[in-house]
């Protein structure tokens, strides 16, 4: 394992640490050799394997738990995940359980995760288009990145989540990655608020908010269907390693997937006899991205909004539709305001079934 002191009877000669472990058909290790007096501590007998080295007893990993919305395909119970760093890198369990015992294997962790924090703060952007005036810039422990072109990006290359101020989850794609000093990094060129993380977006990120990078080393925690967003204790393990494990890490994962997401495109116009059509565009989490199909199909068992008209941030009227769109009646416009408007503040969202509250989208309708 990483951290262990070896010698061989025959090869060369010294004592050699290891600094990296990869498992496939046959163990690759990566070994440094240790200077003469530079490490006390001696070779143990028969194979090699120095069980009592202390650089091989620590176990301190850095693990993350992350709620994302729908970012790629998969399950919607997928999305809820765990990424994991230590130094040295050992193989990690993820186990859990509704108490403090009694845990049970999740999940195995088999490679690090780059993680890493935002070294400056990351201000709202822009969504639907690549975003060139902002950049993240941030400190890795372990890993690097690289640029891909604009074609890669658009078809999943590239993927971070970074927590915002909010706490939820933005899911930023980049093109540009360039390392402008030892282990710190400035992404460019940025797809924001990805897979409906809008609201991530507009709360921005503070310096110091975890970034994860999206790829194979952040696997599902492993959620049945009827586990999403019920609290569960976590704990991490090294496997095959006789270490306290870290945690309890509490975690209420998989609902953020389940989410209904904001609708798009709010309009509104008056018309003859002065009532207001108020209309939007619904979306959808689940196969929504194919250009030719007429219609994406509905996430929901049936389509439902909540509209709200708003008055200096306050709740006027609320209303339920099962189409995306309303007629607020000359009448109900009198009623709410005495008489027409010029301008109209509403609030619209799609309601589901597990999660009931979809995430809003708010817009001041040009009457």
Do not use: K
């Not at 925690?221 to 569960?232: F, I, M, N, Q, T």
């Amino acid at each position: 394992m990483p951290g262990d002191v070896l010698a061989f009877a025959e090869g060369p000669d010294g004592r050699f640490v290891i600094s990296e472990c990869e498992d496939g058909p046959a163990r690759r290790l990566t070994l440094s050799e240790l200077a003469d007096g530079g490490f006390s501590v001696p070779v143990a007998a028969g194979p090699g394997r120095d069980v009592s080295n202390p650089a091989s007893d620590g176990f301190a990993p850095a693990v993350e738990f992350l709620d994302p919305p729908r970012y790629a395909a998969g399950h919607d119970e997928d999305f809820a995940r765990v990424a994991a760093f230590a130094r040295p890198w050992r193989r990690i369990a993820i186990s859990s359980s509704v108490e403090n015992e009694g845990y049970a294997l999740r999940v195995v962790l088999d490679r690090p995760a780059t993680l890493g924090r935002l070294a400056e703060a990351l201000e709202a952007g822009v969504t639907g288009r690549f975003d060139g005036a902002h950049a993240i810039t941030l400190d890795l422990a372990y890993g690097s990145f690289a640029s891909a072109s604009t074609l890669a990006v658009l078809n999943g290359a590239n993927r971070l989540a970074v927590r915002s101020a909010s706490g939820v989850w933005e899911v930023i794609a980049f093109a540009g990655a360039e390392e402008i000093a030892s282990g710190r990094w400035r992404l460019t060129r940025l797809l924001r608020g990805l897979g409906g993380s809008e609201d991530a977006m507009v709360a921005g990120a503070p310096a110091g908010a975890r970034v994860v990078a999206l790829d194979a080393a952040v696997p599902p925690v492993g959620l049945a269907s009827d586990e999403a967003g019920r609290p569960l204790n976590y704990i991490a393990e090294a496997v095959g390693m006789a270490a306290a494990p870290a945690g309890p890490f509490s975690f209420a994962g998989g609902r953020r997937a389940l989410t209904p997401l904001a609708p798009v495109h709010l309009a509104g116009r008056r018309l003859v006899g002065g009532n207001i059509e108020i209309t939007w565009v619904r979306r959808g989490r689940i196969d929504a991205d194919d250009w030719e199909a007429a219609e994406i199909p509905l996430d929901e068992a049936e389509e439902r909004y909540r509209l709200e008209i708003l008055a200096g941030g306050a709740v006027r009227r609320t209303v339920e539709t099962a189409a995306p769109r309303h007629t607020y009646t000359a009448a109900d416009e009198a009623a709410d305001f005495g008489g027409p408007v010029e301008s109209l503040a509403v609030r619209v969202r799609q309601l589901g079934r597990r999660v009931v509250d979809g995430i809003a989208a708010e817009a001041v309708l040009l009457l």
